[in-house]
């Protein structure tokens, strides 16, 4: 929970509350999990029937002053709105969560409309069962809803329910892209957001994969969004160098300077709107 964050393509983040379970191939290095398990947030539990801890009143309190601001003009990354991660420590359509911290949510939402909110989830087929009776034939005006497709499998299955969900935007997190996606069907997804596994047991990522989505998201005229190289960016069948380090001069071990990226992948674009 922050007003603001190191994610590329948001601004801040803010989660209803803490705890998940695995549901997939991107979870098995799940950060969240390991941060939990070492700060204790949700006792340090994670999974199946554990508890899922809602976030303290003074966390809710954030929303509506980063709302106030946004309302006298302040912007974030793109330049035109104000975004918020929801549920960087969870997933908002998980079938644990706590359903009374889910509709708080959405009433949050609906009182700041000056905000841009970001759903990002790995159970689509929730959307329906989860998102709230008003939510009407083109989805909340200030809310953005994603999935993450790590392979071939999640992939076709996760987009293809994203595009018959009613949504202002619908963008996908192709992060931890773990194989090549040669075929996949865009039509209807505004942004495609690209990188590799960070952490120290990231799986490699060829960045031949990325370089793939972006021309397949020129097809679909889809925003595309080079995130990171992650830890093991591959190129040629070789570690791809990450030769440049931070400002502070440590390394730049998860690959997100853009500096470091080959040039052809230093494209950060946001999504547009008619």
Not at 23 to 41: G, I, P
Not at 70 to 81: P, T, V
Not at 115 to 143: C, H, M, S
Request: with cysteine; charged share 25%.
């Amino acid at each position: 929970m922050s007003k603001t964050t190191a994610i590329a393509w948001t601004d801040s983040s803010w989660n209803p509350w803490i705890g998940c379970t695995r549901r997939s191939d991107a979870c098995t290095h799940c950060y969240a999990e390991s941060m939990n398990k070492m700060r204790k947030w949700n006792g340090g539990t994670w999974g199946p029937g554990t508890p899922r801890r809602i976030t303290a009143e003074s966390g809710w309190r954030q929303p509506a002053k980063w709302n106030e601001a946004a309302a006298l003009g302040a912007r974030g990354k793109d330049g035109h709105h104000w975004l918020v991660f929801a549920g960087d420590l969870c997933d908002v359509l998980d079938d644990e969560g706590p359903l009374e911290a889910r509709e708080r949510m959405w009433e949050l939402f609906r009182a700041t409309p000056q905000l841009t909110w970001q759903i990002l989830t790995k159970r689509p087929e929730n959307f329906f069962r989860f998102l709230p009776t008003d939510w009407g034939p083109k989805g909340y005006a200030n809310v953005w809803l994603g999935v993450t497709a790590e392979n071939c499998l999640e992939a076709h299955r996760r987009i293809h329910i994203l595009r018959e969900t009613p949504a202002r935007l619908r963008f996908v997190s192709f992060e931890p892209l773990l194989e090549e996606l040669p075929d996949l069907d865009l039509k209807g997804i505004q942004w495609a957001i690209v990188g590799g596994e960070s952490g120290g047991k990231a799986r490699p990522f060829d960045l031949s994969w990325a370089r793939s989505i972006h021309a397949q998201c020129a097809k679909s005229e889809t925003a595309f969004f080079f995130k990171q190289l992650g830890r093991k960016p591959v190129q040629d069948e070789v570690q791809f160098p990450l030769r440049f380090r931070k400002d502070d001069d440590r390394r730049d071990s998860n690959g997100t300077l853009v500096r470091n990226f080959p040039k052809d992948l230093r494209i950060q674009c946001w999504p547009r709107f008619s």
